[in-house]
């Protein structure tokens, strides 16, 4: 199965849970850790974990196995490995604060950059 078969899987997964925010980055020619990232917020840890949980079931359920994970059922982030593919899922205050979008996508141009 390919990379956009588990992309798909793990977006839908999120989405049945209510992720807010979703967003999908290919860093494929940034780094060789994984060709794409997934990043959702979830509004408590309690949320988290079920966005956690569904992603995990739903993937096994089509023969993707997570490598690991990361962070625990109070963590305000939590990481599922799936190789091509890191799932970020964290509360919106921890996402603004490490604001992995700048990160791999780079800064984002600003109204005056144009002029």
Known sequence: MSVETLKAIVIDALEDIKAQEILEIDVHDKTSIADYMIIA???SSRHLQALVENVSVKAKEKGF???GKE???GSEWVLIDFGDIVVHVMT???RAYYDLERLWEGPRPSSTDAL
Request: overall charge negative; proline content about 17%.
């Open 41 to 43: 917020s979830g509004t």
């Open 65 to 67: 196995e997570p490598l």
């Open 71 to 73: 962070g625990d059922s």
């Open 92 to 94: 919106p205050a921890t």
